[in-house]
């Protein structure tokens, strides 16, 4: 690309900021690179590279001694003589851009080769003369290339070889290096040449030109004054004890310079172009790597330096860091699990260090080294646990001080306000004001250690463990606990607006939200199963470590998601292709991962502390085309295009395709949908990029290839139409043929079937007969069963016309008290004594109380027999269960002057269904408190092994009920089955009847023991 003189000092300056902006010049800040290294092991086809060139589609071109290969970041594509027959030489010297914008490469011999949509072609034959060697930059056009090679006139016997040094300068300016000169041409004519002697470099920077004598002076080429200008080195280039290898790019009008493991661009002042300036890029060089070429991509962020003899490297910017723990350059501390925030800037470790972004620095919190899995940071007090012990650390003071002593170690610990909730591995303590004041102990249940806890408020929290997920509540005293989800071994948890994200070793990460766990696909290779730890970073990207490397999403996506807006949530990965010394992380406790102020993301691995910063994390250019390498039909290459016609009996169809991608390529993955054949998209695993297809029928189809990248999903499409052609017994004359004698023989057909059918007939009109009297048979048994079922649903109607006089009977019981509530509350105006006062508001509450318990019995009753309750077993806390009965019937125990006594164990549990024990318990003890003034009624409960019963015992010691009473609830016991609720039925009898339905379908029972003593009843639970 030639440029005129204004536009081209543009372009070079340009290019310079990038780069001193791409690379830092300060050594103490530039960025670390992770090095990725190719050899024939790879697919390279040689591991000696004479040249490298990234194209405008990302593709990296490579110039070896046994042919050009193009590499996309996961795959080699080689052309040598045996699948590109044009190559006759593959000891390919160079590959570049020519400033027409096009793309060649020489062989050995000379033959000039153009790199033109992904393929190569032969555009020039062998020169005649010198072989072509090696060029230092960019060419000119293939036509001025050709002309120098060719010129005989005095200047080019003069070139140590073809050309040893040709750089392309601004408004069609060639400068040529010789043995003596260094030339200067005008497209082909030369207008002008400086001596030199003793050249032994010759770059560019910008548009300014430079060589370098074999003493290591670099000197400035200046045409308009006619001579060398002498230049100055910077302090770092003077201590190179001569410099042996300069990479000039003229085509990018850049240098480069290698010593040792440095890698450096050159630059000049911007004031003073005889002034050169280093700018390190990288000190990561290997040690026996002998650089022949370097080539930046800015785009990808990506340096390539090629070898002569050890293939090529990759050096990718590195935004991960690890960190371990060193004692005299002695590996200390490996595997990290537990981490919290000690302030904005610093993570602390249980291992009495603290971690800022560039060092770690001890931090002793106790007599001696710890290896806790439990740490909790409150304003400058940090809680730790050592054992079952728990300790505080104030780090204005620096001491240490103990807290509690608990019954097991401590595995998580978490706050709210001046609660403190502790996990340990069968229980979970609750410390208020540095006090153990509760302690749920977990035992019971089968459980194990705690391993995550999060805290909605002093009152509320979740955690995890190998058994489930849990939710704890403290309520009026009493600590609730429910499994919202068992069986699973969650692990890590983490609060996002209202949302908590959990993670599980096994079964991937859910998201709930109060009501539903929502369960995340995983990705390809199923290693988000065993995840870890869950951050949200400040612009709402979720991270995920796990066993295999980590996992970024986003929160937006995730949301879309279990709304269901979305089939599923995009990912992408990073390992040790982005840096990752071990991609295997930790967790099992908590905090198990840390975000400082500066958004800095903290995860614990099994070699060190991985830390990031996401703003960091930013991806390359992503090239979205698909590119067709070639198609193969039955063997033989056919041109590639966006259309392919098949000949009929076309067996095997191979498509071959590319498309650049350079950043882990577990992250890349390609579909394709051949529409007529497929009816949705197909994977293609294993990193394949190829697709074949076998035998296809007749007919046009389109063949869709969709290539997707990680977090952004689908990010290319590729298109090729393709015709099979029919075969001669497809085309139209064929059929119409065969249409006429199928015709001529179906006519046929039909007057032999004709024949058969008439015998048919009459064998039929035989079994039809038959099937007439056993048709006669069974009518008369659908009438008699018929007759049974009109009698069925009488049966049922007379049910249902009982239900309805109960209900009119029972609701006469509520229109009356009702009535007579309203009538006391009119005549109230007449009242004139205190007494009278007192009888009116006595009357009142026995009867609003007479409604209470006639209303109630009329809902439960009803709601049993429309089958609304139904049984429900969970484990059920008989304590609360009394407890809330008692707090129901608390005002009108209260106006009987009688107390109810709850002598159940507290943890003691049932395994049934609450809401109908708690209907069968509120029935009997209102009626001991109804029917006795002045009583005291006591619950309890006692376990009868040998039965396999649970026994709950309500005993008062009130007046005792009536013989007739007791025998209308031996009756109800005796034939709950069959007893039926007739038209004089009262409303005390109906709540034995309810409570004796509810307990037949608990499969149990109850048992009534009553004199003037007071009553007794025992209700029998099975077990």
Known sequence: MILGGNNFRFFSTGFLIMVIALFNPVKAQYKKYFLQHFTQINGL??????????????????????????????????????????????????????????????????????????????????????????????????????????????????????????????????YVLGLKKIYKYKEKLLVDSISSSEIVSFFCIGSDYYVQNNLGEIFLVNFKKHKLLPCTLPKELTLLNGIKNIQCKSHLNTSYLIDNQNLYSIYSDSNDNTKLLLNLITDQIPSDFDVSDVEVNKDLNIIALGSKSNGFYLFKRSIFKNQIIKVNNKLKVRSFYAICRLNDSTVLSPFHYKFTKDKLSPV???????????????????????????????????????????????TSINGYGDTLWVGCKNSIYIIVNYKLVRNL?????????????????????????????????????????????????????????????ITSYGNGCFVFDGVKFNKLNVDKGNYLLKSHSIQIDNNENVWISTNNGIFQTTFQQVNEYIKGNITKVNYNYFNDENGIQ??????????????????????????????????????????????????????????????????????????????????????????????????????????????????????????????????????????????VNKNF??????????????????IKSVKIYNKHLVYKNSILEKKVNERTHELADINAYLLKANEQLIESKKKQNRSINLKRKLIAILTHDIVTPLKFISMVARNSKNIKSELEYKNLLNDIDHTSLRLYENAQNILNWIKYQSSIIKVQKTNVPLYVIVDDAAELLKDIVESKNSVIINNVDPDYFLFTDKNILSIIIQNLVSNAVKHNTSVEIEISSELDVQNNLSKIIIKDNG?????????????????????????????????????????????????????????????????
């Open 45 to 174: 086809p040689q591991n000696s590279v004479n040249q490298l060139y990234f194209d405008a589609n990302n593709y990296l071109w490579i110039a070896t001694e046994a042919g050009l290969s193009r590499f996309d970041g996961v795959n080699f594509y080689n052309f040598n003589s045996v699948n590109t027959p044009i190559i006759s030489n593959e000891r390919f010297r160079w590959i570049l851009p020519t400033t027409d914008k096009k793309i060649i490469a020489a062989d050995g011999e000379g033959a000039i080769y153009k790199i033109e949509k992904n393929l190569i072609t032969l555009e020039k034959n062998k020169l005649n003369s010198h072989k072509l060697t090696y060029l230092s930059g960019g060419i000119p056009s293939i036509d001025n290339l050709c002309y120098f090679k060719n010129d005989t006139n005095n200047t080019s016997k003069n070139w140590r070889t073809f050309p040893a040094k040709l750089l392309v300068g601004e408004n069609g300016f060639v």
């Open 441 to 501: 102990n977990l035992s019971k249940n089968g459980f194990s250690q705690v391993q995550a806890i999060a805290v909605f408020s002093s009152n509320e929290a979740y955690f995890s463990n190998c058994n489930g997920f849990y939710r704890v509540s403290l309520l009026k005293g009493l600590i609730k606990l429910d499994n919202l989800y068992p069986n699973i071994c969650f692990r890590d948890i983490y609060i996002f607006k209202k949302l908590l994200f």
């Open 364 to 410: 002793k919190l106790y007599n001696k080294v710890i290896n806790n899995e439990a740490l909790f940071v409150k304003g400058n007090l940090v809680w730790f646990g050592v054992g079952d012990s728990l300790f505080k650390y104030d780090c204005n003071v620096k001491k240490h001080s103990f807290i509690v002593k608990l019954k097991s170690a401590i």
């Open 582 to 723: 071990n991609s295997e992380f930790n967790g099992g406790c908590y905090p198990s991962s840390v975000q400082l102020a500066n958004g800095n993301i903290y995860f614990p691995s099994i070699n060190g502390l991985v830390n990031f910063n996401p703003s960091e994390v930013q991806l390359p250019k992503l090239s979205d085309s698909i590119f067709i390498d070639k198609f193969d039909i039955n063997g033989s290459l056919i041109p590639v295009s966006n259309y392919i016609e098949l000949k009929p009996n076309s067996e095997i169809l191979n498509i071959y395709f590319s498309s650049p991608y350079w950043y882990n390529s577990y992250n890349v993955s390609y579909q394709y949908k051949l529409e007529g054949y497929n009816s949705s998209f197909v994977d293609i695993f294993d990193g394949k990029q190829h697709i074949s297809f076998t035998n296809l029928t007749a007919g046009n189809y389109k063949l869709i290839i969709k290539k997707n990248a990680g977090l952004r999903g689908e990010v290319g499409v590729k298109v090729i139409y393709i015709t």
């Open 959 to 1023: 007046k005792g009920i009536s013989n007739e009473t007791l025998l209308l609830i031996k009756d109800i016991i005796e034939r709950h089955s069959s007893y039926t609720i007739t038209e004089n039925s009262t409303g005390s009898g109906l709540g034995f009847i309810i409570v004796t339905e509810l307990l037949f379908a608990l499969d149990s029972s109850f048992a009534v023991h009553s004199d003037m003593n007071g009553t007794i009843i025992t209700i029998l639970l099975k077990l």
């Open 729 to 746: 017994y497809e085309t139209w004359w064929f059929v119409a043929i065969w249409i006429i004698l199928g015709v001529l023989i179906i």
